[in-house]
């Protein structure tokens, strides 16, 4: 893998992901929340789906503590362990997972994102003496995890288009 073009797509995405998906931009307001993409998650799922797991921990826990930095709530390491754990379970069964296909970038991503926030938002809230709140934290996650996953598939486009400097084999994925 090439950590510096990786590091690169990922800061991208982070500052697409904070300036572009504010509110009152490109977020969407629901319910009294603002669903917003986790481009980031996004870039390490497309990790996960081509590189060794233990590459894919690091990566995972780089994203996440990088995610982390930027947000405005929650406990600083929290997303990077829920990256990292998540990424490293899916790089350990991608051979099962259609890797190449639109409607596979999108589950795939759906059922990620909405794992990785709804432990986090549940997370957060019971830290922060908010209670539990597990229908909120369910239907935020899953706004955020649609959102993330209408997103994937172009993403996953585009890092395919540039798979060569990536380092990945031209026929890996196939089915």
């Known amino acids: 893998m090439r950590w510096l073009l990786v590091a690169?797509?990922?800061?991208?995405?982070?500052?697409?992901?904070?300036?572009?998906?504010?509110?009152?931009?490109?977020?969407i307001e629901v319910d009294g929340h603002w669903a917003r993409p986790d481009l980031v998650l996004a870039v390490g799922l497309f990790v996960a789906f081509f590189f060794e797991p233990a590459e894919v921990f690091v990566a995972g826990w780089c994203l996440g503590l990088a995610s982390d930095?930027?947000?405005?709530?929650?406990?600083?390491?929290?997303k990077a362990l829920l990256f990292s754990a998540v990424l490293a379970a899916v790089s350990l069964i991608r051979t099962d997972l259609p890797r190449t296909r639109i409607w596979g970038?999108?589950?795939?991503?759906?059922?990620?994102?909405?794992?990785?926030?709804?432990a986090w938002y549940v997370t957060t809230r019971l830290v922060g003496g908010a209670g539990l709140w597990l229908g909120r934290s369910a239907e935020e996650s899953f706004l955020d995890a649609f959102y993330t996953a209408v997103l994937a598939p172009y993403l996953f486009w585009g890092l395919?288009?540039?798979?060569v400097p990536l380092r990945i084999a031209v026929g890996s994925g196939r089915e």
């Open 8 to 27: 690169a797509i990922s800061y991208v995405c982070l500052v697409v992901e904070t300036a572009a998906f504010r509110p009152g931009a490109l977020a």
């Open 69 to 78: 930095l930027v947000s405005v709530a929650g406990r600083l390491g929290l």
């Open 105 to 118: 970038h999108f589950a795939t991503a759906l059922v990620v994102v909405f794992a990785v926030h709804l």
């Open 160 to 163: 395919l288009a540039i798979r």
